[in-house]
């Protein structure tokens, strides 16, 4: 089973500022990777796929890179409704559906 | 719009068993995988099971697996888990997820608790 790593587990960043969070899988997911958002007390949301492709709704500040097993989100000037919990998540090697373990975005 | 709605929070003693519904609405139910995932407080996501809405297939969790049953009514759009034989390591909010092909999960229900507790 692929062991995805996501890291740092917290970081503080201020109100416009640029965030930088990094995923790692165990071996080569090609671009199979997604990142989700999760705000206390609601399901997961996606938002990006294939590595590098926005979910609908969700805006152009929000954009992922990456491919094999080094991935990156990037959030380019943090608004306040962008503070939660991020997750990747692999779907390369289906099933199962493999999660990191979250980096949670907090405010400096 | 596309949602996933699920049935209310549970509490349930050690032993007993757990049956957690998920109805769709405004898309065709056949066309997408369910896939079940649970959150126990503080912790990641894990991925539980999904199953073919079109012909009932499953796929579950090696860890799960001898407890776990998913199934769907296509009459209804809804798609059902239980977890039988509960113990406090299964307290968690479980999801339902929307499973597109060879995709990630799309959509998501708003979750269910479940509380295992004497």
């Known amino acids: 089973e692929i062991v995805m790593t996501q890291s740092p587990a917290t970081l503080s960043v201020s109100p416009g500022e640029r965030a930088t969070l990094s995923c790692r899988a165990s071996q080569s997911i090609s671009s199979n990777l997604a990142w989700y958002q999760q705000k206390p007390g609601q399901a997961p949301r996606l938002l990006i796929s294939g590595a590098s492709t926005r979910a609908t709704g969700i805006p152009a500040r929000f954009s992922g890179s990456g491919s094999g097993t080094e991935f990156t989100l990037t959030i380019s000037s943090l608004q306040s409704e962008d503070f939660a919990v991020y997750y990747c998540?692999?779907?390369?090697?289906?099933?199962?559906?493999?999660f990191g373990q979250g980096t949670k975005l907090e405010i400096q | 719009q596309v949602q996933l709605v699920q049935s209310g929070a549970e509490v349930k003693k050690p032993g007993a068993s757990v049956k957690v519904s998920c109805k769709a609405s405004s898309y065709t139910f056949t066309n997408f995988g369910i896939s079940w995932v649970r959150q126990a407080p503080g912790q990641e996501p894990e991925w539980m099971g999904w199953?073919?809405?079109?012909?009932?297939?499953?796929q579950y969790s090696q860890k799960l697996q001898d407890r776990v049953t998913m199934t769907t009514d296509t009459s209804t759009n809804t798609a059902y888990m239980e977890l039988r034989s509960l113990s406090s390591d299964d307290t968690a909010v479980y999801f339902c997820a929307r499973k597109p092909t060879g995709l990630p999960l799309d959509i998501w229900g708003q979750g269910t608790m479940v509380t295992v507790s004497s």
């Open positions: 998540q692999q779907y390369n090697n289906w099933p199962p559906d493999t």
């Open positions: 199953i073919s809405t079109y012909n009932g297939n499953t």
